[in-house]
Structures are given as C-alpha cells and as structure tokens.
C-alpha cells in the first residue's frame, strides 16, 4: 500500500471520520514472491478476506464516542469501548422513565430478538470458518447486525428524545444516540453493501436464482464495453 503508484484518498463520512478510502492504483509493480494465491486467481483471495471481514462486522459494531453515557449503563465493554451491539436500552429508558412505555418496551424487546438471533447465527458461522470454508452466513450476520444497528439507535433516539438531534460533551446522551445513528450506515456499506449480502444470502443460503452474469469473464476494465456489446 506504500510503494509508488499506489494513491489512497481517505472519503469523508457523515460522522466526521474516515475508515473508507479511494485507492487509485498507476502503474504499480509487485515482486513476484508478493504474490498471493494462484495468478489472475485475485478474486478467490479477496472473497476470504472479506469474509473474515464480515464475520467481524457481523459480531462486533462499534459503540458511543468516548464521553457518553457511562460503560456500566451501556452494556459489557468491549475491546476499544462498549458495542454498539451491547448497549443497554433497557437501563436508558430506566433512566429516561420510559421504561413503562409499551411501545418503547415493545422496540427494545424487538432489538434484543434481534442481537439473540445474529449470535446464533455467528457461532454458526465462526464453526465453518474453523473448518475452512467461506460461509454465505457470515452474509447473514453481517446484514443482520447492520439492521440491528439502525433499529438499535431509533429506538435510543427515541427513548433520549429531542436531544438526540444534539451532539458534543454538553449532551452526552443525546451525542450518543445521534452518533450511533449516523454510524450505523458504516455496517451497511463496509465489507459489502446491504444490497450486496442481500444477493449472497437469497442466492447462496436460500437457493434463488442467480442474477445473469454477462461480465464474469471479462476484465474489469472492460465491463462497460462488454456489457454495452452484449
């Protein structure tokens, strides 16, 4: 990634950080014993890494910003801060005293299904991975955690209230819930899209039909062509 004619342009998110970058890649050259896998084979190496990618996004999502609500009333930290995944809605809305509230109980029951289903689904899919093998659930879990992360921070956002639309050390609660909000849109983009795990999952774990594949054997560099030709 260092080595001349290799450009990495960081892309600015809607949350003020960077975790994705535009690589623009000029005449670069690579060592021979740099290379990974079987030659012009590239795809099949990527596929596993992305992967273990997934399997990751689809266990662990990042939490609050530091100077949010205090870890004990979030949920288990975990490396690096508390999961978004872990936190805790029940004590917010203790908090908040909307606790009472059908609606809100019924939301934040409907998250925890949720987040108990999706770690079932890991442990499924962590075991085919030990024995090595790519598993389409790690498609699942992924997808999965993306909707629980965007359903997880409604339903913060509507036990904080107004507040939620503030940000900053001055409305830590309201930060949070703003912030999770935002960020959830990292899991539906990274390792992936959404839409992406949607054509795996329907394809590979539920044996639809596969989409026509006019390009599988072309470069990409002439997609564009070969499709406008077809």
Not at 41 to 67: F, H, I, K
């Amino acid at each position: 990634m260092r080595q001349p004619g290799v450009e990495v342009r960081p892309l600015k998110q809607i949350t003020g950080e960077s975790h994705f970058n535009e690589v623009f890649i000029t005449d670069a050259r690579v060592p021979a014993e740099n290379l990974v896998g079987d030659l012009n084979n590239g795809w099949r190496v990527l596929q596993t890494a992305l992967a273990y990618e997934r399997s990751v996004m689809g266990d662990v999502a990042r939490g609050p910003r530091p100077g949010g609500r205090p870890a004990a009333e979030m949920g288990e930290p975990s490396e690096g801060g508390v999961s978004a995944a872990d936190v805790d809605l029940v004590a917010i809305a203790r908090t908040y005293g909307r606790n009472a509230d059908p609606v809100i109980r019924q939301a934040i029951n409907r998250v925890y299904e949720l987040r108990a289903v999706n770690r079932w689904n890991a442990r499924r899919a962590k075991a085919q991975l030990e024995q090595g093998t790519s598993s389409p659930i790690l498609s699942l879990g992924k997808l999965a955690m993306s909707g629980i992360l965007h359903q997880g921070a409604k339903v913060q956002g509507d036990i904080v209230g107004a507040e939620a639309l503030l940000e900053g050390p001055d409305h830590p609660d309201g930060d949070a819930a703003n912030f999770l909000a935002l960020n959830a849109y990292f899991t539906s983009i990274g390792g992936g899209t959404a839409q992406i795990q949607r054509n795996i999952v329907g394809e590979r774990v539920l044996g639809l039909p596969k989409e026509p594949e006019v390009d599988r054997d072309v470069p990409f560099r002439d997609v564009t062509k070969a499709s406008v030709r077809r």
